[in-house]
């Protein structure tokens, strides 16, 4: 028995509030929209591979948008709609979905979007050969993909998972076109070929992305402003590295468009009456250091909420990043579907109770560095810290550790390259690691707590629930918000899991991760994609 | 009979001979340089701690799934034990094929081919410009008296001591934020190259300026000088002319080293001015522990750097001919 689900009960009031709060987040708007010219977006870091579905990385959903549509949409209040898929039923058990399809697709290589490419991307993503991280990460549970006719396909899962709809509305799961998939892993991720207002006709290594007006478009998702094909005839996406330089060159006109405003230049670009900001926050698991509970000090629940209370995340927060940057106390960022914010304040710096409790977990003599210890052991946690870790997350790390000193724990901030972090992360040799996780749906919190993440993800130790959190009774919390499809029941065990991963201080959350734009006065309707905060230039257009 | 014909051969092919020989010995110790850089980097990087695995399938947000992992380590061979992967490698190496970087997954020749020409650029651009520096600096204000002398040699000196990096910030805020006179970043204009070879010119003129300095005043001294001047020639005609040739032997010795000091210099330049090239590629390479694409990098520097110091030795010679009699 199917039962229909589209459209989606709306999911909350408390959601419709967030997206209030999505601070600052506004179009530039200006009156005639001008068809034609090029503009040039500026970003930090550059994709090791355009084809999103492989690895995946924030870098490659951001081309990605521009050039793949994907199955479903995503708006603002996280509702899913239609996009290549015009409606779809989920099965009572929750492990078959039916996609009907459009049927007025194709792709820039004129390949026709049809049931058969729709197995081909789930197909692909799931493929190990294909090494997706992301993309084939969030859907693990794919079995299979039937072709019931041209535009029907059944896709069986192997166990309910009611995020499903969620995942595929991210850019990390466009859609391909199978003919170019059909080609080895290497030669798609230098030209991949999609559906989107845009086609990739060059990638200039170290330099720059070119993408060209794909001019048949006429099947935009519902959540766009307007339909045909897109504005722009042009985009050159470029990689400017260093932040203050990014900046100086929207400063100047010669980019319209940058990404990763440093937050020391969001004063200076509010100031500058030629500069628009976007600023949205990522939903997802904001920025934090992880405990590792499987050894000591933080298998104790007192020492981890005292190293919480002791550590003053706001003050540090308000010198590194100007106040720009807001605290995450829960273990959801704002901008996630289902997040509550009841756990907020559960993170709020107490130096007193910190000291209390550490005293009742028996840390109460002090060496002569004042640091505390117990049975001659000095209470001490080592974060890792690796090379790509930018140097201000690194600063507020050392403000961190100079308020923890303050109730005698002591923090060693433990500097060495990318790869050797991924192998101490492994061995479980740490004591805080700092990560975060962006993804819209709150079964983020399923991968980076529950214990089927425990376990070593292949030969190389890695595992992705780097607490090493193991209780039955949350395993099956969030095993269960995915086998409903009903908002309301999910919202309800999502709080619970909220209240609970709150409860047992896991993480030190920091501050949620961002989506920052810089706009130059010559660039128009240049949006945010609701799932994941992705820049979307579909609607934009330039006026030079 | 041979020793005979020796005698009267042409003093011509006879220098050509010597220089032939000469040039084979520097290219024989050229290919073991190049083996030893393979060789030192490869054990390096692999001696690292971290599993290279998860540098290729890293990124911040990259979460590898067990598969993943499994597939990637058979796909670059990391599944055999070093000794192995090393003999292999030197074998690819031999047969011109220096893998596939971890990162980019493309060959690395491709990458270099890609990459090479901007650095090749900025490091021409840069060594001309550094020598334009040098002859004005040094041909118009040498031997001049103490105070002008003093003058351009603490220019030098102060030249010489700044940090390119330093330098390409200061050139950044100056002529790129505040003047606006050239663009801040890219690689595609050639006003975009004028920052960063500034960068990369300056304190390489002020190393090359100090020597060729001290030289050039040495020769003004020399009778020669004396005689071109009762010549009646002018005073620039006579340092152009006749003591620039002598008094540049030892810059351009200096130019061979400078080659290496360029590139490492490129390696902050184009980061800093977010430029293509090579330099930029090996930062990134080095960071992501892409084995394939550091060696190869390190590889084509060594080996420009080779070149470049057996082109300055035959460019010494063609210079001051003394220098082959007494090698001969």
Redesign the interface.
């Known amino acids: 028995m199917n039962r229909p689900i589209l459209p989606l009960i709306p999911l909350c009031a408390v959601l419709a509030l967030v997206g209030c709060e999505r601070a600052e987040q506004h179009t530039a708007q200006s009156t005639q929209p001008i068809h034609g010219g090029t503009l040039v977006y500026?970003t930090d870091r550059e994709p090791?591979?355009l084809d999103p579905h492989v690895?995946?990385?924030?870098p490659q959903v951001f081309v990605a948008q521009q050039y793949l549509d994907s199955l479903v949409s995503m708006d603002s209040h996280g509702q899913i709609g239609p996009w290549l898929a015009s409606r779809w039923e989920v099965s009572a058990d929750g492990l078959r979905y039916t996609f009907h399809l459009r049927r007025d697709v194709h792709f820039t290589d004129g390949t026709p979007f049809n049931a058969e490419a729709v197995k081909a991307n789930l197909d692909h993503m799931a493929n190990?050969?294909?090494?997706?991280?992301?993309a084939?990460?969030y859907i693990?549970q794919y079995r299979s993909t039937k072709v019931l006719d041209d535009y029907t396909a059944e896709v069986t899962l192997a166990t309910p998972y009611a995020a499903f709809l969620e995942v595929l509305a991210q850019g990390f799961l466009g859609i391909q076109s199978p003919t170019a998939l059909a080609r080895s892993?290497?030669e798609n991720?230098?030209s991949p070929v999609g559906s989107g207002p845009f086609k990739v006709v060059r990638w200039?290594?170290?330099?720059q992305v070119e993408l060209v007006r794909n001019p048949d478009y006429n099947w935009a998702p519902p959540t766009a402003q307007h339909q045909g094909p897109a504005y722009l005839a042009r985009i050159v996406w470029?990689?400017?590295?260093?932040p203050?330089?990014?900046f100086?060159?929207l400063?100047?006109g010669?980019v319209d468009v940058i990404e990763a405003l440093p937050p020391e230049s969001h004063e200076a670009a509010r100031r500058n009456p030629d500069v628009d900001l976007i600023i949205a926050q990522r939903p997802g698991n904001p920025t934090n250091g992880t405990f590792n509970l499987r050894r000591a000090p933080f298998d104790d629940i007192r020492v981890r909420e005292a190293l919480v209370r002791s550590a003053d995340v706001e003050g540090a927060l308000k010198s590194v990043y100007f106040g720009e940057f807001p605290r995450s106390g829960g273990p959801l960022s704002v901008a996630t579907p289902f997040y509550s914010g009841d756990f907020e304040r559960s993170q709020d710096y107490d130096p007193a109770r910190a000291a209390k409790l550490l005293d009742e977990a028996g840390w109460t003599s002090r060496d002569s560095e004042g640091y505390r210890t117990k049975g001659g052991q000095r209470l001490r946690a080592v974060v890792l810290i690796g090379?790509?870790t930018p140097p201000s997350e690194l600063t507020l790390w050392e403000q961190v550790q100079a308020t923890t000193r303050q109730v005698g724990i002591e923090l060693v901030l433990d500097q060495?390259?990318?790869?050797?972090?991924?192998?101490r992360q492994?061995a479980w040799d740490y004591d805080i690691r700092i990560g975060?996780?962006?993804t819209n749906t709150p079964d983020v919190l399923r991968i980076i707590f529950t214990s089927a993440f425990v376990q070593?993800?292949?030969?190389?130790g890695?595992h992705?629930n780097s607490s090493g959190y193991a209780d039955t009774g949350f395993d099956a919390l969030l095993d269960s918000a995915l086998a409903t499809q009903d908002a309301e029941l999910r919202r309800q065990r999502y709080h619970l899991a909220q209240q609970q991963a709150a409860a047992q201080y896991l993480q030190l959350t920091t501050y949620p991760q961002s989506t920052r734009l810089g706009i130059y006065k010559t660039a128009h309707g240049v949006r945010l994609e609701p799932s994941l905060a992705v820049t979307y230039l579909y609607d934009a257009w330039v006026n030079k | 009979m041979t020793s005979t014909t020796l005698a009267v051969t042409d003093p011509r092919r006879e220098r050509l001979a010597a220089l032939g020989r000469r040039a084979g010995i520097r290219l024989a110790g050229g290919v073991l340089v190049l083996w030893a850089v393979a060789t030192l980097t490869f054990f390096a990087l692999r001696l690292m701690p971290g599993d290279p695995v998860l540098a290729i399938l890293g990124g911040t947000t990259g979460n590898p799934s067990p598969e993943a992992i499994e597939a990637a380590r058979q796909e670059f061979g990391l599944d055999k034990p070093l000794a192995v992967q090393y003999v292999l490698y030197l074998g690819r190496l031999l047969q011109g094929d220096l893998g596939m970087s971890y990162s980019q997954h493309l060959p690395v020749t491709r990458v270099l081919a890609e990459q090479g020409g901007a650095t090749f650029e900025l490091t021409v651009a840069a060594l001309v410009l550094a020598w334009l520096l040098v002859l004005l600096l040094t041909v118009v204000t040498a031997g001049r008296g103490r105070l002008i002398g003093g003058v351009a040699s603490l220019l030098e000196t102060v030249s010489a001591s700044l940090p390119h990096f330093w330098l390409g910030v200061v050139l950044l805020a100056v002529f790129a934020f505040g003047l606006r006179w050239f663009p801040p970043a890219g690689s595609d204009s050639l006003a975009s190259l004028v920052l960063p070879a500034f960068s990369l010119a300056i304190p390489l003129a002020g190393f090359i300026a100090q020597v060729t300095r001290e030289s050039l005043e040495l020769t003004l001294e020399q009778p020669f000088v004396l005689t071109a001047r009762t010549r009646g020639l002018s005073d620039l005609a006579v340092r152009f002319k006749h003591a620039l040739r002598h008094a540049l032997l030892p810059g351009v010795a200096l130019s061979g080293w400078a080659i290496g000091a360029l590139i490492s210099g490129a390696v902050v330049c184009e980061v800093i001015f977010s430029r293509k090239g090579i330099g930029r590629q090996l930062y990134q390479a080095v960071q992501l522990q892409d084995l394939p694409l550091v060696i190869g990098i390190s590889l084509v520097v060594a080996a420009g750097y080779v070149l470049a110091n057996i082109l300055v030795d035959l460019l010494y010679q063609w210079i001051d001919p003394r220098q082959q009699e007494a090698a001969a």
């Open positions: 500026a090791t591979c690895a995946g990385d924030m190990p050969k294909t090494q997706s991280s992301t084939g990460g693990r892993r290497d991720c230098e200039d290594r170290q330099n470029k990689f400017i590295q260093e203050s330089v990014r100086a060159s400063q100047a010669e090379a790509r060495m390259s990318d790869a050797q972090v991924t192998s492994a975060y996780w962006n070593p993800a292949g030969v190389g890695y992705q």
